[in-house]
């Protein structure tokens, strides 16, 4: 097949490199290009001069040679959800693992290994089957990928950990183009810094994980209230949650209602305050720990329920289709305090679009509990993640509603401890700073320096060689 070639690419190169490739590689004039290029977050709309589709490891180490001749800016992409669209870039090469979709579990040995462009859900549809999961995040559209090498959180976290805490070894291969596996007992480094690092150390080609028990059948699901009643809801939550055991995860959400077929037609668009629980242990356990929460302050709706622990992921999918606008500016603070509650509580009085909101996501248990020093991932101690989100469908309203999440970050401010790399948008390098802290961040540039000493590697939440 005759390629059309962006002019900064070179055809004879280009049709080497073409011969060696055995998945699919978009070009400008290509036919599936406009959907190629596009990614989650629609407010970004980039032009890349070359998609390489990768089917498997040899198309990996294929791509990252050619994209390091050509000289152009390389970025990574597996699930497509990078906030800021690091994933994607103008005139640059992107290397794409979303065709590889392999996943194997293994009940008896309790482990899974998944290939990069697994999405979440499907991950877990796999796990389920035997009654097991790997704790990750709460939109099942989202790739594991990404989602791993910055810490991963979700659900399942109090009880088991973060997604790196599952992690057994990687496949991964370097900017120099070679394959190397990183685990507890090789390239041990490497395996520190991949475990919260990101995509700065080389690309992630196969991931190996221990598995948990869950479910198939917990009792989760969301307790709503009007958004007057924040205040007194979210102090009694605040104290609740003290004492709570690690199988319980909540979030928090502020929002608009949404039109879902769940929720009762006069809600739809009321501002309300949402806790969202799941209990990873047994149901009747579930019920007593979720009972004072559900009596507190006559809640408008309970749909806190046993159900699927897959149905109880998908939850948020709707919430949080491709293609809209979006907008994050997140912190985390230590404690609900009085002031963090009612700062909380009068932006969420405040919210105009019918689909931004303000979650909250409850850390501890056992994310507290492994050595903060055991991987790249930083703050274990942390106590909330607040994630506050200005969504549109399009260019219209979305400036209000980044100046709605900005005005409320900056509210926080006196308030924040650290930040969640994942949840980052371009906010520079001391943003980047404040998710590592500065000994990690240190050590994290040492280890650049030996894996990727030309940042080759660097449309990501960048930490530089030097
Ligand atoms: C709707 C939604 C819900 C989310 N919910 C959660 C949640 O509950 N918990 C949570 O922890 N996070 C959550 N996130 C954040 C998520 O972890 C990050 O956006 C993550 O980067 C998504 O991974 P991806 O593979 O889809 O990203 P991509 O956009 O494909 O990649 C993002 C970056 O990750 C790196 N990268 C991707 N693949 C590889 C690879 N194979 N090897 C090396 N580097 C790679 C690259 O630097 C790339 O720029 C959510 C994001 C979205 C959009």
């Not at 490199?17 to 290509?30: E, H, K, N, V, Y």
């Not at 491709?322 to 509580?345: A, H, N, Q």
């Not at 050595?371 to 219209?396: C, M, Y």
Request: net charge negative; charged share 25%.
């Amino acid at each position: 097949m005759a390629l059309a070639v962006d002019s900064s690419l070179n055809k004879a190169d280009l049709n080497e490199f073409q011969s060696t490739f055995a998945g699919q590689i978009i070009l400008p004039d290509d036919g599936t290009y406009e959907y190629a290029r596009g990614i989650w977050n629609g407010s970004i709309d980039r032009h890349p001069a070359l998609i390489a589709r990768c089917t498997g490891v040899a198309d990996v180490v294929a791509a990252v040679r050619y994209a390091r001749s050509t000289g152009l800016p390389v970025a990574v992409r597996s699930g497509g959800h990078s906030f800021p669209g690091q994933s994607i870039c103008d005139g640059g090469i992107v290397i794409d693992l979303g065709l590889m979709k392999g996943i194997r579990v293994d009940p008896l040995e309790g482990t899974a290994r998944a290939q990069a462009g697994v999405a979440l859900g499907e991950l877990d549809r796999e796990t389920q089957a035997f009654g097991m999961a790997v704790p990750a995040g709460i939109v099942t559209t989202t790739g594991l990928a990404g989602l791993t090498l910055g810490g991963g959180i979700g659900w399942l976290m109090r009880k088991y950990g973060l997604t790196i805490d599952q992690l057994l070894s990687v496949d991964l291969v370097t900017a120099e183009g070679e394959f190397v596996k990183a685990s507890a007992d090789e390239n041990a480094d490497l395996f520190w810094g991949v475990r919260g690092g990101g995509g700065n150390f080389g690309i992630v080609t196969n991931f190996e994980f221990r598995l948990n028990p869950v479910g198939p059948t917990v009792l989760a699901g969301p307790i709503v209230w009007p958004i007057e009643k924040a205040p007194g809801v979210l102090r009694f939550y605040r104290d609740w949650i003290e004492d709570v055991p690690d199988e319980l995860t909540t979030i928090i959400v502020n929002r608009k209602a949404p039109p879902l077929p769940a929720i009762p037609q006069e809600l739809h668009g009321k501002l309300v305050t949402i806790i969202t629980c799941c209990y990873a242990g047994s149901i009747d356990d579930g019920e007593r720990v979720v009972a004072p929460l559900r009596k507190f302050g006559s809640p408008l709706l309970d749909l806190c329920a046993p159900k699927p622990y897959v149905t109880h992921q998908s939850m948020f999918d709707a919430s949080y289709p491709r293609g809209l606008w979006y907008y994050f500016k997140p912190c985390d603070v230590e404690r609900l305090s009085d002031e963090v509650i009612d700062v909380v509580t009068d932006y969420s009085g405040r919210i105009q679009s019918p689909m931004s909101s303000m979650p909250i996501f409850h850390l501890g248990g056992q994310v507290a509990r492994v050595d903060e020093n055991a991987t790249a991932f930083s703050g274990r101690k942390r106590g909330h993640t607040l994630n506050p989100n200005g969504i549109t469908k399009d260019a219209e309203g979305f400036e209000d509603e980044r100046a709605w999440v900005r005005g409320l970050y900056e509210a926080l401010e006196p308030h924040h401890s650290s930040v969640y790399v994942n949840f980052l948008m371009d906010e520079g390098e001391d943003r980047i700073r404040q998710a590592y802290g500065a000994e990690k961040y240190e050590r994290l540039k040492k280890l650049k320096k030996e894996y990727d000493p030309d940042n080759f590697f660097r449309l990501n939440q960048n930490i530089p060689p030097d």
